[in-house]
């Protein structure tokens, strides 16, 4: 199977899993994250806001905000992505592929961030990421040293060709903890 065919049986299986199911997968993913140090030192957090059945991270904008701490989320414009900062949970305006992005229209620094959650279609045992297939968060990635963690359910774990161009993760959480 081809790339281009695994990340169509991966976001059809995320897509039609029964959200009962993965509201209880996320409760483990959240419970994990929340307690984690890195977590819970981080000031700045580049978030990304869900769509699909994604890891639904408003969860962690809520409590982020709620803890005073700054929130990021990634807007895309003139083809590349950047991150902007989210000053209030509503403060959002629907982006290209009608995603949420902040209405900020000051660009953030990627020094700035402690720690980056970044969406991802499947995960590899190495920690590589597919994501939609535009390459946005891997050029964004590359040449930096952010501190990554991606969110996922036990069923988006598979193997795939890596590519040179891919970043991986430095972290993984799933709602199974053998996956971590
Ligand atoms: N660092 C880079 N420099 C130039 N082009 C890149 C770079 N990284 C990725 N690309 C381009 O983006 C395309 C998509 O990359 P890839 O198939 O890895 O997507 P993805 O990892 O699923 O996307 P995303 O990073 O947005 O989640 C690649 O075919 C490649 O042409
Ligand atoms: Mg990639």
């Not at 045992?125 to 390459?135: A, H, L, S, V």
């Not at 590359?142 to 060709?161: E, M």
Request: hydrophobic residues 35%.
């Amino acid at each position: 199977m081809d790339k281009r065919q695994l990340r169509k049986k991966m976001k059809d299986l995320r897509d039609h899993y029964p959200l009962e199911e993965l509201q209880k997968y996320q409760e483990d993913i959240f419970r994990h994250i929340l307690a984690m140090d890195i977590y819970q030192e981080a000031m700045h957090i580049a978030l990304y806001y869900p769509i699909h059945q994604e890891v639904d991270t408003r969860i962690l904008i809520h409590d982020a905000l709620k803890h005073h701490k700054h929130v990021y989320l990634p807007k895309i414009k003139d083809g590349e992505m950047a991150f902007y900062e989210l000053f209030e949970e509503d403060d959002l305006q629907e982006g290209v592929f009608h995603i949420f992005e902040p209405r900020s229209s000051k660009k953030v620094d990627p020094d700035i961030f402690n720690l980056m959650i970044v969406p991802l279609l499947a995960f590899n045992e190495r920690y590589y990421r597919m994501g939609y297939g535009k390459g946005f968060y891997d050029r964004y990635l590359k040449n930096k040293n952010i501190y990554t963690i991606g969110l996922a359910y036990h069923f988006q774990k598979c193997s795939f060709q890596e590519e040179d161009h891919d970043v991986p993760l430095k972290k993984m959480i799933t709602d199974s903890y053998a996956n971590t």
